[in-house]
């Protein structure tokens, strides 16, 4: 027997056939985006191969109209529209992405979405050119949500959740790629800043910020702003850039213009995969309907944002202090040297002429300072130069923890061996060597995960 369809409702009228012989009620066997590709396809708006509500007695909002005058709070009057949308949280996103890329993607994606890092790294080619900078800091000045999505937008999204990362590459014009960027930071479940994040700034100092805030949230802001710090920007427009990103990464993020709305993007050509479908078996079909155009929700002039200025303050200067003192490394992590601490009293606010020799910022009145190692592929142009000796002290070094140290000497041999520096026999024996101390697993699980590891039985060099 054939499944229904809307055409063979339609053209045999079935409902009428049904009221004939006395069927009264229908179970629906089908599964949600079932043989999507048999017959007249499945219906884009319920999954189905038919609109459920063609076969239905009557309408469910009079159905329940009975029921709400004996029990006043038994239906929810808010509005439920596009709740069949899932919002997934920022944890949540980069848990999946450690699940799925493996190797050096892995280890460079650890702490950054990948979508993030690509969008992020065309756009840093981009910003070479001086007209195309301008056009990045003012889409990023000026954004205030989308009322539409544009069909360009979602061409572009649908490319990327079907598995097509290369087509990022392949645009000539940022204003797209910002907007893409900025709606996917809109549209967590949680902002990226959260409140108690905001609550650390006002208490804690930049550089005790630097090893105590959550590794994805931190890489991914100087992520973010890794296309400004090749490019001479005035310090106006660079104070509006880090106070655009201030309301967009955290919970006053509502008050935007266009604020994120749930609601389903189908491209034209294009068609997500369906749940059970592989990205690889994705068929062009037409939707059979259009993203509706997003209104705003607040009410008043939706121009002016109402944020909390002082709230935001510290967020902004945190921005600032990762601009001028750090660059994204090749995990997106703040890279720095001799980055000192510096007093909120009697410094004055410079955000000119900033480039890369801010990378080292030297102070009087303190002298701490962080090192991060950062892991680069072995290559034979550059020649390795000894590190500088540090100057004999009073205070005897602190040696790391074992498994840390190991940990460390284990990613060292892993990046260098995928850079061809040692043979397979040598790379193996000096893994094994590495791992045959007395906590070879945690030093495999300080290294790379548990996720990636796995159990300790299973997990053998």
């Not at 749930?262 to 259009?290: C, F, H, M, N, T």
């Amino acid at each position: 027997m054939q499944r229904p369809s809307t055409r063979l409702i339609s053209e045999y009228k079935l409902t009428s056939k049904f009221r004939q012989l006395g069927i009264g009620s229908i179970f629906n066997l089908e599964e949600f985006g079932e043989h999507a590709s048999c017959g007249d396809g499945i219906e884009l708006t319920s999954g189905f191969s038919y609109l459920p509500e063609t076969l239905f007695v009557l309408q469910f909002e009079e159905y329940v109209k009975p029921f709400r005058v004996y029990f006043p709070g038994i239906c929810s009057k808010s509005p439920t529209e596009y709740s069949s949308v899932s919002l997934i949280a920022f944890e949540t996103f980069l848990e999946n992405q450690r699940r799925y890329f493996h190797g050096k993607e892995q280890r460079q994606l650890r702490f950054v979405p990948k979508v993030v890092w690509a969008i992020v790294e065309k756009l840093t080619e981009m910003c070479e050119k001086e007209d195309m900078a301008t056009r990045v800091v003012d889409a990023i000045r000026y954004f205030e949500g989308l009322a539409v999505v544009p069909e360009k937008m979602i061409d572009l999204q649908a490319e990327i959740n079907s598995g097509n990362w290369s087509i990022v590459n392949s645009f000539t014009d940022p204003i797209p790629l910002v907007h893409t960027l900025l709606y996917w930071i809109t549209s967590l479940k949680d902002p990226l800043v959260l409140s108690t994040h905001l609550a650390s700034l006002q208490t804690s100092d930049h550089l005790t910020l630097l090893h105590q805030m959550d590794k994805g949230t931190l890489h991914t802001l100087n992520t973010l702003l890794n296309p400004f710090r090749s490019i001479s920007t005035p310090p106006s427009p660079l104070r509006d850039v880090f106070r655009s990103l201030a309301v967009l990464t955290t919970h006053h993020r509502t008050w935007l213009k266009y604020p994120f709305k749930p609601q389903l993007l189908y491209a034209k050509d294009i068609l997500p995969p369906l749940p059970g479908q592989k990205s690889s078996k994705v068929r062009s079909r037409q939707a059979s309907e259009r993203p509706v155009e997003v209104v705003p929700t607040q009410s008043g002039d939706p121009g002016v944002l109402m944020v909390d200025k002082s709230e935001l303050e510290p967020l902004i200067a945190f921005l600032k202090f990762l601009y001028e003192n750090c660059r994204a490394g090749a995990d997106g992590r703040p890279l720095s040297e001799d980055v000192n601490t510096v007093g909120d009293e009697g410094e004055e606010d410079q955000m000119s002429g900033i480039g890369p020799a801010a990378l080292v910022q030297e102070s009087a009145a303190a002298r701490r300072e962080v090192r991060t190692l950062q892991l680069t592929p072995f290559t034979s142009t550059h020649s390795l130069t000894a590190l500088p000796s540090s100057p004999l002290t009073s205070q005897t070094p602190q040696t790391p923890h074992p498994s840390t140290y190991w940990a460390s000497v284990l990613i060292l041999l892993d990046t260098l061996t995928e850079a061809k520096a040692f043979s397979e026999p040598t790379s193996h024996s000096l893994r094994k060597l590495c791992l045959q101390k007395d906590q070879g697993i945690e030093i495999a699980y300080e290294a790379y995960g548990r996720e990636e590891v796995g159990e300790a039985e299973g997990y053998k060099r």
